[in-house]
């Protein structure tokens, strides 16, 4: 089995292919037959984890199974307190409450610049979330933050459970260490088990 990390740059489609033309993962790793884990939007940045593990590659993307995974969020204005908690406690998308999260503001991010620099307003503030989420609904972290009155920025996601990006250049891949293997595996198994009364005979 083979387990790779890559640093997925912006502008990047999370796929091997596009009829348009557009970047995707064949330009950055040029390993045949591993496939992404989930999908990091387009116009998002970071971890990506690709695999031919099939059964960790299912596990790791089920809610069911609610792996952590940690994103850091550059958004317009400074977050309140109260904002932070509506985060935590889940706010409303498309009718649908997103479960809870973790959410902190960052003091300092090193993620150097973006290949496509983000638009600032000059007469408002940006600052740096960082948001912890076990669920995979489309766009959701920006769904989020919009939701709460701090629209996003930009996305980098740093970390699917124990497995950080740590400082891997955008447009890079490493393979991962059998520890890490190891941990992802140990991370994809269901939260709760059932077990059925034992009935005596």
């Known amino acids: 089995m083979q387990y790779f990390l890559l640093n997925k740059p912006f502008e990047v ?10 970047s995707t993962l064949k ?14 939007d387009y ?13 960790l ?9 609610k792996v952590e995974k940690t994103y850091w969020v550059q958004v317009e204005g400074t977050p309140t307190h109260e904002a932070l908690n509506q985060l935590e406690r889940g706010v409303l998308i498309q009718g649908k409450k997103t479960t809870p ?11 150097g610049e973006r290949s496509k620099p983000i638009r600032f307003r000059a007469n408002i503030p940006t600052t740096w979330v960082e948001i912890k989420i076990s669920q995979g609904m489309n766009r959701q972290v920006r769904k989020m933050t919009a939701a709460v009155g701090y629209p996003t920025l930009r996305l980098v996601r740093v970390a699917i459970g124990t497995l950080k990006l740590d400082s891997l ?22 939260i709760n088990t059932f077990q059925r009364p034992y009935k005596k005979r």
């Open 13 to 22: 489609l999370t796929q091997f292919t596009d009829e348009t033309g557009r």
């Open 27 to 40: 330009d950055f790793v040029p390993i045949p037959n591993v496939y992404p884990v989930g999908r990091l």
């Open 43 to 55: 116009d998002s940045e970071g971890l990506v984890l690709l695999t031919d593990d099939k059964q």
């Open 57 to 65: 590659q299912h596990r790791l993307s089920a809610p069911k199974f």
């Open 101 to 111: 999260a973790k959410a902190r503001l960052l003091e300092e991010v090193n993620l």
């Open 169 to 190: 250049p955008p447009g890079e891949f490493r393979a991962l260490t059998p520890e890490e293997v190891k941990q992802l595996k140990g991370l994809a198994k269901p």
